[in-house]
C-alpha cells in the first residue's frame, strides 16, 4: 500500500515562511505527479501546487511568486517552500501523489498565519 507523509506546517505571523516536505513509498520519480493541496474551513480541497515527473509544474494563482514546489532527490521528497504568507493561506495541507495505479494522498498538517 503506498503511504505519503507529509511534515513540516504549524503556525506563522503574516509575511514569515515555512517548508512543507512530502514523501511516497518508492521512488518519488515513479509518480506522474506529486502535489499540494489545501482546505480551508467551509471550503472545498484546491490544488497549490503540483509538479510532473518531467519537472514541469503547475501553481495555484493565489500562490505564484510566493510559493516554490521542488523535488529533493537526495531525499526522495517533495518540498514545497511558502515565502510571504498570508492569513488567507491558512488551511490544512495535504500530499498527494498519483501513478498509473491510482491517487493517494497523506493525512494533512496544518498550516496556520497569525499574528
Known amino acids: 500500500q503506498v503511504q505519503v507523509v507529509e511534515s513540516g506546517g504549524g503556525l506563522v505571523q503574516p509575511g514569515g515562511s515555512l517548508r512543507l516536505s512530502c514523501t511516497a513509498s518508492?521512488?518519488?520519480?515513479?509518480?506522474?505527479?506529486m502535489g499540494w493541496y489545501r482546505q480551508a474551513p467551509g471550503k472545498q480541497r484546491e490544488l497549490v501546487a503540483r509538479i510532473y515527473s518531467g519537472g514541469s509544474t503547475d501553481y495555484a494563482d493565489s500562490v505564484k511568486g510566493r510559493f516554490t514546489i521542488s523535488r529533493d532527490n537526495a531525499k526522495n521528497m517533495v518540498v514545497l517552500e511558502m515565502n510571504s504568507l498570508k492569513p488567507e493561506d491558512t488551511a490544512v495541507y495535504y500530499c498527494?501523489?498519483?501513478?498509473?495505479?491510482?491517487?493517494?494522498w497523506g493525512q494533512g498538517t496544518q498550516v496556520t498565519v497569525s499574528s
Open positions: 498527494r501523489a498519483q501513478n498509473f495505479e491510482g491517487t493517494y
Open positions: 518508492g521512488n518519488i520519480f515513479s509518480y506522474a505527479n
